[in-house]
Every structure is written in C-alpha cells, then in structure tokens.
C-alpha cells in the first residue's frame, strides 16, 4: 500500500475551519484515499474518502489535487468536540483482505 | 445491533494467564477486523475474516495470538500466555464485504498484562 504523510499535531480556533494535509505521493490509479479519526478513549471513526473527485459529507470535506498525490481534509467549523487524532490512509480497491494499515496520525487540538 | 461491541472494556491479567476478548458486530456485516494500539501509535492490523473464513492473519505477532468467527458473526481473539507487551487496547471492527464506505470500530477492549 502507498504510505502517507502527515504532520504530527496542529492547532485551530474554535469556530474556525481546521484543514489538514496528507501526502501520498506514490498512490496509485486504484487506490482510495480515507480519513478517519480517534476520539481519547474511542475506536475510529470513518469521516470520509475519495478517489479522485473532491467529496463533501455531513462531517467533512476532502480536497484531493489533480495529481493525487495529496489531500486536504477540512472541518468547516471545528468545535472543541473535534479534537482528535486523524489519520490518512490509503487503501486499494483491489486488496482482498480490505485492510486499512494507520499511520500515526496528525493530532489536532481545537482551542477555546 | 447499532454499533460495534466488545467485552471486556478493560482486562487485566497476570503474566502467563491466557485471555479471550469478544467482539460482536453490526448484524449483517461479512467483514470483520480485529485491531492491536500501543499507547500513543495509530492502530496495527492483527486479523480478517469474511463470514467465517479467516482471510488474513498476517499480523498477529505469535502464535499466542488465536482468533476465530465460527458462526460468522461474534468473534473471539484469545492470547495465551499474556507478556507485558501484550499489553494494548484491542479494537474490532465490522463492514459490508468491501467496506468501500468505511468500517465501524468497537470501544476496544484495554488489556494490561501485570
């Protein structure tokens, strides 16, 4: 599976939108981009994924570039209930075993 | 059910006791993942099954380290003669056989090896 890159914390204003990056320069033709994040105490929640068009959820939204080789997760608002870990993963439509390998995550810290 | 569950939420065993952790699933859901997370580090990938076949075992890290599905629905992850660095909270997590619109993950389970 292609890896990602992300940087290991960052910090956003309540009400303020948060936009985290992630790099997966070596992602392939048909390979998905997912993000979840974990609450302290909490599993993962999926947020939301791409292929290659820009998506746009309830929760989020993920802006991937032209040349895939990079994506921006962004909370429009973010509250102090999101501050979490989130992680970047990438995961081909192809493995059989549809495993999602984590990385370590960014960990974002919304302030009051 | 409307999530994932597993039991115990926290476990701790002395040194050599063998260990079960449960998992149950979303009804309906083919695919499920069990999950191992040191503190402070993103999640590792232990195990997969479809239905009752286990797919995948390619991370559980010995062969203390069982686990099965045998109706395809709840599974059990067993570890035997528990070390210090089993020590980890122990996630599961279910979907749709693709899992193409994500998986949902359980509380997971906090096992402390004394």
């Known amino acids: 599976d292609a890896k990602t890159t992300q940087p290991t914390s960052m910090d956003c204003a309540e009400g303020r939108a948060a936009n985290l990056p992630c790099n997966h320069s070596?992602?392939?033709?048909?390979?998905?981009v997912y993000w979840y994040r974990q609450i302290h105490s909490q599993g993962p929640q999926y947020i939301i994924h791409g292929l290659k068009n820009n998506e746009t959820n309830e929760m989020a939204s993920l802006i991937i570039t032209e040349d895939r080789k990079s994506s921006t997760l962004i909370l429009p608002h973010a509250t102090l209930r999101d501050t979490a870990v989130y992680y970047c993963?990438?995961?081909?439509?192809?493995?059989?075993?549809?495993?999602?390998?984590f990385g370590s995550g960014t960990r974002l810290l919304v302030r009051p | 059910g409307a999530g994932v569950s597993q039991s115990p939420r926290y476990k701790v065993a002395k040194r050599g006791q063998d260990v079960a952790l449960r998992c149950d699933p979303i009804?309906?859901?083919?695919?499920l993942f069990w999950y191992q997370q040191a503190l402070g580090q993103g999640p590792e990938f232990l195990t997969y099954f479809q239905n009752e076949a286990q797919l995948d075992k390619s991370g559980l890290p010995s062969d203390r380290f069982f686990a099965e599905r045998p109706e395809g629905s709840v599974s059990t992850l067993k570890i035997q003669r528990t070390q210090q660095e089993d020590s980890a909270v122990y996630l599961c997590a279910s979907s749709t056989r693709t899992g193409t619109r994500g998986y949902t993950f359980g509380s997971g389970t906090r096992l402390t090896v004394v």
């Open positions: 070596t992602i392939s033709g048909n390979e998905y």
């Open positions: 009804s309906g859901h083919v695919s």
């Open positions: 993963i990438v995961r081909s439509r192809m493995d059989s075993s549809y495993k999602l390998i």
